[in-house]
């Protein structure tokens, strides 16, 4: 996505032109159609949004009423008039306000954590609809980034700048009227005061800006080899490469450090530069109203004490605004991007007329089919095999010829592109999504095993199953050794989603699994290369066993587990090579033949 990466000094709660620390305002592509959906989304909470409105306006009304009692209480003081009653209605002013405020934001949080709520539910059930395909297209960083920094992004905008935008807009307003009331040329040279201070203001944080982003630039570098270093330390300790890592790191960690210094020195330089401005400015008014005074054209001290009140309240909400609108669009761009998944079409439905898949026997039929992830890159070209059922069929071939691409298909993980596949004499696109997926008992190379317990990993398309049958499973799969080992036994959270686990053993724990799952079609995409020989043996074995008297397809690695399969076919850059059993390609001596005596030595 093209992004309109753009500056924006830091939110100012306090001052009226402070530069600052700086960050990066993404520029939404659509900013009104966004906003559009974004409304559509607070349907049920419109009543909330108008008390919200009411109550900006009203937040506004106080905070702009009480300088104007303040000056009448000078003036009370100043004449000596009774102040008591302008004391008790800026008291009540005060606590209105901040009544007024508590509602605000009790409002804002129910809607704006509700709409959040809702957005999480719908991108989530989105995300489970939708194809591999998709998930091809974007790292899964960045659909995390999207599904926690841009919803938290768009809750953030929902709930505060939206009220301060609201309140400063009325602020402006309402603080403009009364200064215009009480003197409109007190008001016109506060405006050239203003002009001033906000020019001054965007100068000076276009030069801070390019100090910022070059930190920011830095620190992403720095942020990325600190992740890096972490997650492949085993390699760089392997390769002894300890020393470079630390240069790197070293480099980047001075260059930030340099760069840092300079940005907080220069903003350090100019915050304090734009506040003696700004105070100037507010005295010029000061000193200029106090000769007014003196020449008889004011002739009331507490009107000059509300206005230089008022100057105050005018000048904050203008750099205020500014910073929040730059927020507002970082958070509408997030919506954007939220809303490009929720826009993706979800895997196709099943057609009308979808036919149950009760009791499949299992006669799988490639007819003719090709297939690529990319169109312009076959990955399978014209591949047509008889798969009989009860019979075990393995696919071997070279890395990237195209084996698990096939597994794929027959999962229905993507749809062919070209030809048919067909289970029991139907296409696979004319079974109900559900009933296919559930004819299948899958394995795959990689384990994908959840931070819950054993026991629910094996039972995970199971749940109901009893802690018997899940023993059973295991030991058919031969893991109920080492579960029994581990420190609660089945009953051991995997808190790092099996990462604590060793490969072969995260494999039997999913063989496991599908034993449980009984299906009638086993597919294996046996990870054994990466294992010792004993843990092979032990994978073999249970591969073996769970196969017996069912349709399995099983992708090998090492040719010597897969001898007695009843049919073996050898890919090569996605077309069948060769095909038969083991007997049949030894005596064909072919590129099966040369494989097989390779590996055996
Ligand atoms: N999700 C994907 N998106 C795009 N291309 C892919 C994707 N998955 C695989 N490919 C490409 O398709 C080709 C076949 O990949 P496939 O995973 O089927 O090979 P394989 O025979 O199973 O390899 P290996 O033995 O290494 O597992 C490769 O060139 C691979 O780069």
Redesign the pocket.
């Known amino acids: 996505m093209a992004e309109n990466k753009e500056y924006v000094p830091p939110r100012n709660p306090g001052g009226i032109s402070r530069p600052g620390r700086g960050g990066v305002v993404v520029k939404p592509k659509n900013m009104k159609g966004t906003l559009g959906r974004l409304w559509q989304l607070t349907k049920g909470h419109r009543k909330g949004l108008g008390w919200i409105f009411l109550l900006s306006g009203l937040a506004s009304g106080a905070s702009v009423l009480s300088p104007y009692v303040t000056g009448k209480a000078v003036t009370a003081i100043s004449g000596g008039d009774a102040l008591t009653w302008i004391l008790v209605c800026l008291t009540g002013l005060y606590v209105c306000d901040w009544l007024i405020r508590f509602l605000q934001a009790f409002f804002m949080a129910s809607i704006g954590q509700n709409v959040i709520h809702h957005i999480r539910r719908v991108l989530f059930d989105q995300i489970k609809t939708l194809p ?2 998709f998930f ?1 297209r974007h790292r899964h960083g960045e659909l995390m980034s999207r599904l926690t920094n841009d919803v938290d992004n768009i809750s953030i905008t929902i709930s505060s700048s939206l009220t301060l935008l609201l309140t400063y807009a009325f602020t402006i307003g309402g603080v403009f009227v009364m200064m215009v009331t009480l003197s409109p040329l007190l008001t016109l040279v506060a405006i050239v005061g203003v002009v001033l201070i906000f020019t001054l203001t965007k100068i000076v944080t276009k030069r801070t800006r390019k100090l910022f982003l070059e930190r920011q630039k830095v620190l992403g570098a720095l942020n990325g080899q600190v992740e890096e270093s972490i997650s492949g330390l085993s390699i760089v300790r392997a390769f002894c490469r300890e020393e470079e890592m630390e240069r790197e790191f070293e480099e980047k960690n001075t260059r930030l450090c340099r760069v840092s210094i300079r940005a907080l020195i220069w903003s350090g330089y100019l915050m304090p530069l734009m506040n003696v401005i700004n105070n100037l400015c507010y005295v010029a008014i000061a000193v200029f109203s106090g000769v007014l005074f003196v020449n008889g054209s004011i002739g009331d001290i507490g009107l000059i004490t509300s206005f230089l009140l008022y100057v105050r309240q005018f000048t904050r909400p203008f750099v205020e605004i500014a910073n929040i609108y730059n927020n507002f669009q970082t958070a509408v761009a997030g919506a954007e991007r939220v809303f490009e998944i929720l826009d993706e079409e979800p895997e196709p439905a099943d057609k009308e007329g979808a036919l149950h898949l009760t009791a499949p026997r299992g006669n799988i039929e490639l007819r003719h089919v090709s297939f ?3 169109p312009d ?1 076959p ?1 399978l070209r014209d591949v047509s095999v008889k798969i009989p059922a009860g019979t075990q069929t393995a696919i071997v ?10 597994i ?1 298909l027959l999962t229905r993980f993507y749809d062919v592109s070209g030809g048919s596949i067909l289970l029991d004499g139907h296409d696979l696109r004319d079974y109900k999504m559900d009933d296919l997926r559930a004819a299948f008992g899958v394995v795959l ?1 990689d384990t994908a095993l959840f931070a819950e317990s054993v026991r629910d990993n094996i039972a995970y398309g199971h749940p109901e199953a009893a802690m018997e049958q899940i023993r059973q499973a295991a030991r058919v799969a031969g893991a109920d050794g080492f579960i029994q080992r581990l420190p609660k036994g089945y009953d051991t959270v995997l808190e790092q989603g099996g990462m604590e686990l060793s490969q072969g053993e995260r494999q039997l724990i999913t063989i496991a699994r599908a034993v449980l799952a009984n299906a009638p079609i086993l597919i294996l ?1 046996e990870a054994t290369s990466s294992v010792d020989t004993v843990t092979e043996q032990k994978i073999r074995r249970a591969m073996l066993k769970i196969c017996e008297d069912r349709t399995s397809v099983i ?1 090998a ?1 090492r040719l010597s587990t897969i001898r007695d399969s009843d049919m073996i076919i050898l ?1 090569e850059k ?1 077309e069948i090579a060769e095909q038969g059993t083991h007997e049949e390609l030894m005596a064909l001596d072919g590129r099966y033949a040369l494989m097989y005596k390779t590996q055996t030595g």
């Open positions: 591999l395909a091809d690529g992830y990319n890159k990955v071939g070279a890395t990237g010829s195209g084996k698990t691409t096939i794929n190379q995409d992708i690695h890919l996605g």
